[in-house]
C-alpha cells in the first residue's frame, strides 16, 4: 500500500458528460501529480500542485482540470468527455526533495476510466 | 525537450536467464533518474533513485546503474514473479515534470 489513496477506482460515462476523480496524497506529502496512462502512450504527465498551488503543467487539455485544496487532497475534473479519454489516471505524491534533488512518487492504484 | 526512451518494449526470459533492460535519457541537469515497477491494473511502484553517472543501486535480483545517458536496470537470474512492466522516470533541473519512459514489458517463464 503506496499510502495514496485514489476514488472511484472504476468509472464508466458517456461522451459528453462531466467526472471527478478525487485524490488523497500519503501523510505528510504536500505535492500531487496527476498522470494519464494508455496503452499507446505510457505515462503522460496532466499537472502538479504544491501545497494547494499549481507548479508544473503538461499536455493537459483546456476540457481538464484541477485543484488541490487546503487538506492537501486533490481532485481532477474532465468535462465533454471523448472516447479517446479513456484511460487509467493515476495521482501520485511526493516529499519535498533534499538539496533540489527529485524525490520519489508514490503512486496511487488510479481510476480506470472508460467513456462508452 | 526532455525525453526518456526504453528498449527493448518487451522481453520473454526464462527463469535464471540474465537479462538488462536500457533507458536513454535527455535531459538538462539531472535531479533524478528513478525505476519503477508496475503490474497489471496497479499503480508503478518505486524500485530505485539513482543521481549521477557512476551511482548503482541494489535490490535482491534488481541493480541498477547510471551514466551520462543511460541508465540500466539489470535482473540476474529473474523468477516468475519478476514479470512485470518496469519504467524509468527522468526529472531535469527547472522543472517539477517527471518524464516517463514507455516502459519494458518483462516476461519471465517458469
Known amino acids: 500500500d503506496s499510502g495514496v489513496t485514489q476514488t472511484p477506482k472504476h468509472l464508466i460515462t458517456a461522451t459528453g458528460q462531466r467526472v471527478t476523480l478525487r485524490c488523497s496524497p500519503r501523510?505528510?506529502?504536500?505535492?500531487v501529480y496527476w498522470y494519464q496512462q494508455s496503452l499507446d502512450q505510457g505515462l503522460q504527465f496532466l499537472i502538479q500542485?504544491?501545497?494547494?498551488?499549481?507548479?508544473a503543467k503538461g499536455n493537459i487539455l483546456e476540457r481538464f482540470s484541477a485543484q488541490q485544496f487546503p487538506d492537501l487532497h486533490s481532485e481532477l475534473n474532465l468535462s465533454s468527455l471523448e472516447l479517446g479519454d479513456s484511460a487509467l489516471y493515476f495521482c501520485?505524491?511526493?516529499?519535498?526533495?533534499?538539496?533540489?534533488?527529485?524525490?520519489?512518487?508514490?503512486f496511487g492504484s488510479g481510476t480506470q476510466l472508460s467513456v462508452l | 525537450e526532455d525525453q526518456v526512451t526504453q528498449s527493448p518494449e518487451a522481453l520473454r526470459l526464462q527463469e535464471g536467464e540474465s537479462s538488462s533492460l536500457n533507458c536513454s535519457y535527455t535531459?538538462?541537469?539531472?535531479?533524478?533518474l528513478f525505476w519503477y515497477r508496475q503490474d497489471p491494473g496497479k499503480g508503478p511502484e518505486f524500485l530505485f533513485t539513482?543521481?549521477?553517472a557512476g551511482e548503482e543501486k541494489e535490490k535482491e535480483r534488481l541493480k541498477a546503474t547510471l551514466t551520462k545517458k543511460e541508465s540500466f536496470l539489470h535482473i540476474t537470474a529473474p523468477k516468475p514473479e519478476d514479470s512485470a512492466t518496469y519504467l524509468c522516470?527522468?526529472?531535469?533541473?527547472?522543472?517539477?515534470?517527471?518524464?516517463f519512459g514507455t516502459g519494458t514489458r518483462l516476461k519471465v517463464l517458469a
Open positions: 501520485a505524491s511526493s516529499a519535498p526533495g533534499f538539496r533540489g534533488t527529485g524525490e520519489k512518487l508514490f
Open positions: 501523510s505528510g506529502d504536500l505535492s
Open positions: 500542485y504544491y501545497n494547494g498551488e499549481e507548479r
Open positions: 535531459v538538462s541537469g539531472l535531479r533524478g
Open positions: 539513482l543521481y549521477s
Open positions: 522516470a527522468a526529472l531535469g533541473s527547472g522543472t517539477y515534470k517527471y518524464i
